[in-house]
């Protein structure tokens, strides 16, 4: 084994598993000074300790805020390879310190803690913790700041530390990062909106971005964000690492089931079996169904071309049957093309049912997906890169609510299924790129005319594509993510033979509007536009 002879310094504040730790180190040979607190948890192990108060030259003062902040410590950290700095610690009587263990308080969860308070806030601000790690990382020490890198940096140690330098600034990194996203949730919570930052680590590296040109392409997420349904939180179970558009599609998806199962929650007190299928960014599938099976082939039916080589998510496990149906439902020879399928489970016969060669079908799994419902939806605020800046707003967290007192209803009474379809589409166009005008009929997306500038011809793409794809559209609902400026819009869709539509209001004209829709007996419903408004992904 080897014998490095160096000098640790630990203090933690999570002390979970730092005597395994400390002892390794020890039979390795190192000398260990720790912290008060640390230095008692690792003695009382059988581990040989100094208190870090012999290095200081004085102990912990003004309630412990100050205990590892003194000249002598940093100087044993901070001294390069040179002579001249050897001599000055020699001279000094400062062991140079060639290993620093500490985390810090836990700042970040003290933050997003609703019932903490300033005081509580500035306790659980940590000064010493980040200003060693900083400084080691700037000496090229080997520093942790994380209790996962402790096993790892045994082995590396007890291997002969193989490639030193690129080790040491890969911990480096690590522990800057640290320090800046420890720093970052500080200001943020001083800021008061006022200033803002963001930070995060790659967990997933892509070939290239959008397009093949485009490098630089990678999933990145901060660690203290603790969505259930974050990316991060899926597992890739078969097929290849996800392309930068994957994760574009499945962002969406994720949105979008979010905030349909959100809507039958809210309104209907259950959310049934969904299945949802995208291509580049906007639902081209979608249906509900209290048959699985039947749920996806209507997804499928929804837009049988566009769905070729796009993606689905469900909330249902996927056995061997509901797979045979994504693969070959009215295909005419050999599988259906797809890119990814979500859901919370698979089964082994499945599996290998929706596989592709070379990994081409990605199968990507989250139990919490069975769950979906008003509390999936995200809430964490987004940020959107612009040239020169970034745009930030709060998350997409409207769910349409029949019961609201601001909702108004003309026309002729919606039955309950247009309700459950006018819900379903509003889940959908909600979640698409505006302006939008979503359709759907018995529980299954018949059209989504989405990403154009005016509502007319939201209502004409809407009709054309549900047309093309064969469907009637007698008896259909609609969604429009925002008011009709004028009634040609919802006239075009009430001739059309749509029977149900909702949508904000807002417009000068909206008696125009519910006039004309009442001529063809259309159940409107709407909510004011600075309530319901869905526009999104400008």
Known sequence: MTNNGGVALISVFDKTGIEQFARDLSDMGWKIYASGGTASTIKKAGVKVT?????????????????????????????????????????????????????????????????????????????????????????????????????????????????????LKKLAAVAEYDVAEYMIDSANYLGDGEVTGLISERIAATTYGENPWQQGGGLFVSRHIEDPLGIGKFDLVQGKPLSYNNYTDVDRMLQSAAHVAAGFERNFKKVPPLALGAKHGNLCGAAVDDNPVKAIKKMLDGDQRAIFGGSIIVNFPITAEIAETIMTYKMEKGKRILDIVMAPEIDKEALE?????????????????????????????????????????????????????????????????????????????????????????????????????????????????????????KGASAYSDSFFPFPDGAELLAKAGISGIIASRGSIRDNEVIEALKKYKVSFVTMPDSLSRGFFAH
């Open 353 to 473: 049912i929706v596989s592709r060669k070379n990994g081409k079908l990605r199968v990507f799994l989250n139990p919490v997906l069975r769950d979906l419902g008003e509390n999936s939806i995200d809430k964490t605020q987004r940020v959107r890169h612009v040239r020169g800046g970034r745009l930030k707003q709060d998350n997409y967290t409207f769910v349409y609510d029949f019961n609201h007192p601001e909702i108004q209803w003309s026309g002729e009474k919606a039955t309950e299924q247009q309700k459950r379809d006018m819900i379903m589409a509003w889940g959908i166009g909600s979640t698409s790129n505006s302006n939008t005008i979503s359709i759907v009929k018995d529980g299954m997306l018949i059209s989504n005319g989405v990403g154009q500038q005016d509502r007319v011809t939201s209502a004409e793409l809407a009709i054309m594509r549900a047309n093309n794809a064969g469907h009637e559209l």
């Open 51 to 167: 208190d870090i108060t012999e290095l200081s030259k004085g102990g912990e003062i003004l309630g412990h805020r100050v205990v590892t902040l003194s000249r002598e410590i940093y100087a044993g950290i901070l001294a390069d390879d040179s002579k001249k700095h050897s001599k000055e610690l020699e001279d000094l009587g400062i062991p140079r310190i060639d290993l620093v263990c500490v985390d810090m308080y836990p700042l970040s969860t003290e933050v997003r803690d609703p019932k903490s308070t300033e005081e509580s806030v500035i306790e659980k601000t940590d000064v010493g913790g980040p200003t060693l790690l900083h400084a080691a990382a700037k000496g090229r020490r080997i520093v942790l700041s994380r209790a996962s890198q402790r096993p790892k940096v045994i082995e590396w140690l007890k291997a002969g530390q193989p490639d030193k330098d690129k080790y």
